[in-house]
């Protein structure tokens, strides 16, 4: 099983900032089969980024998908209002798996 | 657009069993590989199953293999999860969900609570 870990567990930060969520797996994800997702409380989880770095359909430029191998990031530049929830990484290289999410707060 | 709707959640004693329904519509669902996920209250995503788009192979998480079973039927664009000696640990909201890899399309979720 690869397990993913994320890292901050949260972050605290204001509108307008930038915020770099981490997301590092056990063993190498091959052909970059990692996904981001989106939680807002209350709602189900929405697909941001599939393959490490390609946006799903309405999602805006603001979110960047990095990375490749072990380590993989997610990038949120000037964070609006609506983004401030709970973010999940997911590997579909073997079976499926989550990390256990990063929050981002408002400080 | 494209929906999928939950149904079948609630309360539940411990060793009980539960059949959860996901009604899909608004895309070819005959097409798509499709996932269970859930959520323990206040807690992170697990995925549990998914199936085929032909509902020839199936697959589990290790943790809960024995326990489920999930199955679909195309003609009716539904999508089942057979859940076997309920736990307190199995509290969770249901997601059913479009699997290409990611899960793209997503329910709402129907709450599962197991208690005596």
């Known amino acids: 099983e690869i397990v993913l870990t994320q890292s901050p567990g949260t972050l605290s930060l204001s509108p307008g900032e930038r915020a770099t969520l981490s997301c590092r797996a056990s063993?190498?994800?091959?052909?970059?089969?990692l996904a981001w997702y989106q939680q807002r409380p209350g709602l189900a989880p929405r697909l941001l980024i599939y393959s490490a770095s390609n946006r799903a359909t309405g999602i805006p430029d603001r979110f960047t998908g990095s990375g490749s191998g072990t380590d993989f990031t997610l990038t949120i530049n000037r964070l609006e209002p609506e983004d401030f929830a709970v973010y999940y990484c997911?590997?579909?290289?073997?079976?499926?798996?989550f990390g256990q999410g990063t929050k981002v707060e408002i400080k | 657009q494209a929906q999928l709707v939950e149904s079948g959640g609630g309360v539940v004693k411990p060793g009980g069993s539960l059949r959860l329904s996901c009604e899909a519509s608004g895309f070819n669902f005959k097409d798509y590989y499709m996932a269970w996920i859930r959520q323990a209250p206040g807690k992170g995503l697990e995925w549990i199953s998914y199936?085929?788009?032909?509902?020839?192979?199936?697959y589990y998480a290790d943790s809960l293999k024995g326990r489920l079973t999930i199955s679909r039927d195309n003609a009716k664009n539904s999508l089942y999860l057979q859940i076997n000696s309920l736990r307190a640990e199995d509290t969770a909201i249901y997601y059913c969900?479009?699997?290409?890899?990611?899960?793209?399309?997503w329910g709402q979720g129907t709450m599962v609570t197991v208690s005596s």
């Open positions: 199936i085929t788009s032909g509902g020839t192979i199936e």
């Open positions: 969900a479009t699997d290409w890899g990611a899960f793209e399309i």
């Open positions: 997911q590997q579909y290289d073997y079976s499926r798996t």
């Open positions: 063993q190498s994800v091959s052909n970059n089969y």
